[in-house]
Each structure stands twice: as C-alpha cells, then as structure tokens.
C-alpha cells in the first residue's frame, strides 16, 4: 500500500486534495455561474456527511478519509475517463440543444468504471 505511513494528518490533506480535484472536474461540465458554486459545494457536502455519519457511529481516524479520498478522486477520474462523452453532451446544452438521453448501457459502464476504480484505489491506497 502506496500510503501504509500516512498520519491521519497526511488524510485529511489527501481529503482536502481530492475535494478540490473533484470540484475542478465537476466545475468543467456546468454552464451558469449558480452550477458553478453548486459543483463547489459537492465535496463539502460530502465531507460534512462523512463527518457526521463517522461521528454518529463512532468511527475516528483514517478509515472515514481514506474512503472520503477515494470516493472523490474516482468521481474525478470518471470524470477525466469520460471527458470526451461530457463534452459533446456540455457543448449540446451550451448551443442551446437538449442532452441526449443516458441509455441503460451507458450507466452500467459508468457505474462499473467509478467501482473499479475506487476498489483500485482501496487496493493501492
């Protein structure tokens, strides 16, 4: 494991990190100014309920970061995987067109690739 000698100081940098990765990839796909600090407010939502649910049930230390991290760095790695897909469908909303309609197939692939790459990283972290 790349992290094995990480303090829970260096998790809660790696959290902080990754919330600012994942609000630069989300902050690629909207168009107004008010998506904008809706995609901001994504990781800190994220992070104020990892907070109070690790609260809540008594979890302390690195557990609830790490899952935190690698949460937010595969939303942003799907996000980089997928560029070419969210761009075609960010430049058809941007010209005023409808997105086209997310099939079946599509979200399996999307959800299978945002899995495989967190349990990579549970792996690899």
Same mark, same amino acid.
């Given at each position: ?11 809660? @940098?790696?959290? @902080?990190?990754?919330? @600012? ?9 909207? $168009?107004?100014? &008010? ?7 994504? /990781?800190?939502? +994220?992070? *104020?309920? #990892? ?6 049930? +008594?979890? =302390?230390?690195?557990? /609830?970061?790490?899952?935190?991290? *690698?949460?937010? !760095?595969? !939303?942003?790695?799907? &996000?980089? %995987?997928?560029? +070419?897909? %969210? &761009? ?5 909303? &941007?010209? +005023?067109?409808? #997105?086209? =309609? ?14 495989? %790459?967190?349990? $990579? #990283?549970?792996?690899?972290?």
């Amino acid at each position: 494991m790349l992290t094995s000698t990480f303090s829970v100081t260096d998790w809660w @940098i790696a959290a @902080i990190v990754s919330g @600012i990765a994942l609000a630069l990839a989300v902050q690629s796909m909207v $168009t107004t100014k &008010r998506d904008k600090l809706k995609a901001v407010l994504l /990781p800190l939502v +994220g992070a *104020a309920c #990892m907070v109070v649910t690790s609260a809540a049930k +008594g979890y =302390e230390g690195k557990t /609830p970061l790490m899952l935190f991290t *690698a949460t937010m !760095l595969g !939303l942003a790695l799907t &996000r980089v %995987i997928f560029a +070419g897909y %969210i &761009r075609r469908q960010v430049d058809l909303v &941007r010209s +005023g067109k409808p #997105m086209k =309609e997310l099939t079946g197939t599509q979200a399996v692939l999307f959800f299978l690739t945002f899995t495989a %790459i967190v349990a $990579t #990283m549970a792996v690899v972290l």
